[in-house]
């Protein structure tokens, strides 16, 4: 099993990393195109601002390669946001996988939230063996409204989207990597989805 | 519903504990990872790593910690103690750590806080604020409280918050390690002045603290340190009686 971990210099991947070391898998960090297209599993990663991580997606030409991927590809936190037609924030134009629009969080809560939050309306094998109100930990400022291709659902104020999927592309918002026993299940279903 | 959040802080010097822990578990009591895990299974939402070692060798000892810490627990940590460039930041986020705290360095240079949250994100930038009451006002102190500036609390509150931090950890020194409660007034002030997440820190002593500074101080998050490591309060049983008064708490 070759799990490649799109390394495109946004925020902190080691995590990412570590966590699927737990589990018993090697993983590489890259941002080689040929790596990327020869891997079985694909994480993309991502904190920090959307129009700069974008920006730094275009610098290593992994913008046009990843929606051409056929295997299971994972988007965690910014890298599910990218995944999507547009982010609001920085009017940043996405990867178009998934046609839903990420907007910021108008609520009379702190933004960003920070914290653990439980998941809910959980619809796919990626949540194999978990509870429904089980908690993640999430860090954004920015959401997907509710949509379509929703796996999971999350509650900030407001009902919206923290898991996507469609065809071979997932997306969490939540961080599995940092999300105890229960993230780290998450991460083991995903390496051994079949699709 | 988002959750309060309960985070134990441990000292570090030259890459170990420094307060005495009283942890019968452990093989091992001044080894940080040691202890990060058992915090890290006994429902801890996060933790707080504060490097205190003085040494030459400071930085790459902690960069090893760190990326130890982040190989062997699976819930985010923050690392602060003397980080005063940018280059700093980008080391331990690199070694694994999840945020930065930065506290002295932000006051003698405050565009720090704008080149970390542009460069890594707001995500990512705690800014921790030390400040006791003098005559009636609150001042910033730096150097771990030990030196007064005549800034106020607030303003330079408001002011980090624009600047990009994401969090604001706000020990206040009049409460710290009187186990008497948490600086609730100044809590709530901050909380509904700013839109960002504050922690509170300084002064837990018993169970109707926390709940007291989650109710009363509005705070998002509560750090404390010996009465954890010293098992005066257990993290799971505190988080029962936690829940069991009205707070949204992770179990």
Redesign the interface.
């Known amino acids: 099993m070759k799990i490649a971990i799109i390394d495109y210099g946004a925020g902190n991947v080691k995590s990412i990393e570590f966590a699927l070391q737990r589990l018993g898998f090697e993983s590489e960090l890259t941002s080689d195109s040929e790596v990327v297209k020869n891997a079985d599993r694909v994480i993309f990663p991502g904190v920090g601002e959307a129009s700069s991580a974008m920006n730094m997606l275009k610098n290593t030409g992994l913008d046009t390669l990843i929606p051409t991927l056929k295997q299971p590809v994972l988007g965690i936190c910014l890298g599910m946001q990218l995944m999507c037609d547009v982010c609001e924030e920085g009017n940043t134009k996405g990867l178009g996988i998934f046609d839903a629009k990420v907007v910021k969080f108008d609520t009379q809560f702190k933004v960003p939230q920070v914290g653990w939050n439980t998941i809910f309306n959980l619809k796919s094998d990626l949540f194999k063996g978990i509870g429904e109100n089980s908690y993640m930990y999430l860090v954004h400022s920015y959401y997907v409204p509710k949509h379509k291709s929703s796996i999971a659902a999350s509650d900030y104020g407001i009902e919206y989207s923290v898991a996507l999927h469609k065809n071979n592309f997932f997306g969490v918002q939540f961080h599995p990597e940092k999300s105890g026993k229960i993230g780290e299940l998450i991460l083991k279903n995903f390496i051994e989805t079949s699709i | 519903?988002?959750?309060?959040?309960i985070i134990p802080c441990l000292d570090i010097k030259n890459g170990r504990t420094v307060k005495g822990v009283n942890f019968v578990e452990l093989r091992d009591a001044g080894d940080p990872v040691e202890l990060a895990k058992i915090y890290?299974e006994n429902y801890a939402?996060e933790l707080v790593f504060l490097d205190i070692s003085a040494t030459e060798e400071r930085r790459k000892t902690l960069a090893k910690l760190v990326?130890d810490i982040?190989?062997?627990i699976?819930?985010?940590f923050t690392v602060g103690g003397g980080i005063s460039s940018v280059d700093d930041v980008a080391m331990l986020?690199?070694?694994?750590?999840?945020k930065v705290s930065i506290n002295s360095a932000a006051v003698r240079r405050p565009e720090l806080i704008s080149e970390v949250a542009?460069r890594?994100?707001?995500?990512?930038v705690v800014v921790a604020i030390d400040a006791k009451q003098i005559v009636g006002q609150w001042k910033v102190h730096l150097v771990g409280g030990k030196q007064p500036t005549d800034i106020d609390l607030f303003e330079w509150a408001k002011k980090v918050q624009e600047l990009g931090a994401?969090?604001i950890l706000f020990t206040s020194m009049d409460h710290d390690g009187t186990k008497a409660g948490f600086a609730n007034e100044a809590l709530a002030k901050l909380s509904e002045e700013l839109?960002?997440?504050i922690i509170a820190s300084g002064g837990a002593g018993n169970v109707k603290h926390f709940e007291d500074t989650f109710k009363l101080g509005k705070a998002?998050?509560a750090l404390a340190a010996s009465v954890f490591h010293f098992k005066e309060i257990e993290i799971p049983d505190l988080k029962k009686e936690l829940k069991a008064n009205g707070i949204s708490i992770?179990i």
């Open positions: 519903m988002l959750t309060k959040r890290a939402d990326e982040a190989k062997h699976n819930i985010p986020l690199k070694s694994g750590a999840d542009q890594f994100g707001s995500q990512c994401g969090e839109h960002i997440p998002d998050a992770r």
